[in-house]
């Protein structure tokens, strides 16, 4: 049954006239565990994105509402992720100076033009043109994304200044400073690490040997970040470490998110549509991913345009409520699902549950060091780093090898927005390139049986008089002369040809550049006494074609079959 449009866009009507008390345990659960991991978290990314650390509270509380009523996961978690915050600060720090009033502005700004964009993309149904990106360029991304996140948290682990975009001026930054290192940040910062390292790996095995379930273990030890800060803050507070040169969160406003006005000032518009729309895309194409490996664990569907609008909804949320670009999170959005998140309501919860804390509980993180939230970032975003996709890309093809070399130095040596633009710009030219020179094969048939298989792989009948050409991709313009050439070279090496059929069963398209091609191959074989067949036809690319004359000025015939086109062409032969 076709759903009303109302609850189309509104996937909310959907689920909540069916809300259970099951559903409601199940998501209070999930919103508890979600906030404490989500409270750090969120610090640590507005850090990253070089905004107040409220805002990183801020950006949690609205987006996750209204990604509960627009959205279609029901185990998804919005909010600020590593990738998206760094491509923030990369985007407003070209632009305005960090730690001023005209940088929260223009990350608002920014938050909005994503989400118009993103709100358009859905409403036209455009979620197709997320394929684009391959997925190896987004590994590769991805993984250098990682590594300059990474980079640019040292110098809150060092206790130094260093700022930059790309790893050589990071590098550059922190071998300027280097004698500046405060050791006790150092220190504080360099047993964060160590713990929340060992807290992935060790803490699980050590609270599953005490006879906890499984669950559990796993959902406390994703919430190691917590002892961390606790202890680390306490650290501070107790030893008054920060007067010492420990730098720290300091004072943070109990308030909820306020209402905020992004800056529509056309220059500062003009300079965020490029980053915008390149955060739109990487966030969009993370959070898609995550949405739909959760759903398929409980056979659920995902709408991907829907997703745009839900994703569309949760940006222009967090521009108005002080906040900065947000999508679907990877490490909450698994801990949300293993919480045993039902529906997006849970996400709700955790939105209430975020604006209780950020009322009351934010004077206990003022003396929170900004080393252990950059030790939470560097972390997390270490296990994004993924080389394992440059030798499975060498192995399998160079041209995907080349997309990815390209993206992962581009993002580290130019920046994010280089490196997404290039990412974009190879997956499409690769694209091109592989369709531009289409597989064909001569084929013939394979003896005693009706199947015509490539003359180079298998031991096949083929008769002199007749070239068989299987074409194994849809014709159009990048690869209409190609079809040209290469059936022009096959041509020359049979000098007593008298029939060609063109085989079409891979052959999903025909545009307007291969019809003339096809038509040009038809005048010239006519013309050298070569009569052009056409055989396994698909109906839609036939419909096509008959809206042509090319059927008409065929000089050959259309067979059903490629076996039904060599028997009736050998029988005129003999």
Known sequence: MTLPPLSRYLPVLQWGRTYNRTQLTGDLSAAVIVTVMLIPQSLAYALLAGMP???GIYASIAPIVLYAIFGTSRALAVGPVAVVSLMTAAAIGNTVEAGTAGYVAAALTLALLSGVMLLALGLFRLGFLANFLSHPVIAGFITASGIL?????LRHILGIQGEGHTLIEIGAGLIAHITEINWITLVLGAAAIAFLFWVRRGLKPLLLKTGMGPRIADILAKAGPVLAIVATTLAVWGLELNTRGVAIVGE???????????SLSPALVSQLLVPALLISIIGFVESISVAQTLAAKKRQRIDPDQELIGLGAANIGAAFTGGFPVTGGFSRSVVNYDAGAETPAAGAYTAVALAIAALYLTPLI????KATLAATIIVAVLSLVDFSVVKRAWAFSHADFAAVIATIVLTLLAGVEYGVTAGVITSILVHLYKTSRPHMAVVGRVPGTEHFRNVLRHSVETQPHVLSLRIDESLYFPNARFLEDQLSSYAAEKPELTDVVLMFPAVNEIDLSALESLEAINTKLNHAGVRLH??????????RLKRSHFLEELSGEVFLSQHEAVC???????
């Open 366 to 369: 003022e003396y929170l060091p």
């Open 149 to 153: 996140i990474a980079a640019s948290q």
């Open 53 to 55: 650390p409220e805002t």
């Open 252 to 262: 943070i406003p109990q308030s909820l998110p306020p209402l905020t006005m992004p």
């Open 568 to 574: 009736k062409l050998d029988k005129q032969q003999n």
């Open 534 to 543: 056409l055989s396994e036809v698909k109906g839609p690319v036939m419909d």
